[in-house]
Nanobody, 123 residues
Framework: QVQLVESGGGSVQAGGSLRLSCAAS????????VGWFRQAPGKERDFVAS???????YYADSVKGRFTISRDNAKNTMYLQMNSLKPEDTAVYYC?????????????????WGQGTQVTVSS
């Protein structure tokens, strides 16, 4: 069982930066594939980035070169550094964890979810 709690969301102007954190409970955090998704009003939940237990990293094309995902297993925490933010990045951001992921971009493959944190980027 893993419980996830996001923090770090907020409002920022276009071109600005934010750093999201996802704190996890449970001693097996290091064994999980963890990732970030986002959901804008009226839209589906979309994949943003993920990182496997071994450190392999995946990004959505829309955030490559701007966002950086990382994890600190000693602290049971995952991060998403978001730079050069755009208004289209506005969404609720969720962290997620799963085991035996077959498709990193598919929300259904992740078992555990945080409550979400709002990110708003103004032009």
């Amino acid at each position: 069982q893993v419980q996830l709690v996001e923090s770090g969301g907020g409002s920022v102007q276009a071109g600005g930066s934010l750093r999201l954190s996802c704190a996890a409970s449970g001693r097996t955090f290091s064994s999980y594939h963890v990732g970030w998704f986002r959901q804008a009003p009226g839209k589906e939940r979309d994949f943003v980035a993920s990182i496997t237990w071994s450190g392999n990293i995946y990004y959505a094309d829309s955030v490559k070169g701007r966002f950086t995902i990382s994890r600190d297993n000693a602290k049971n925490t995952m991060y998403l550094q978001m730079n050069s933010l755009k208004p289209e990045d506005t969404a609720v951001y969720y962290c997620a964890a799963g085991f035996g992921i077959t498709s990193v971009v598919r929300p259904a493959d992740y078992v555990y979810w945080g409550q979400g944190t709002q990110v708003t980027v103004s032009s």
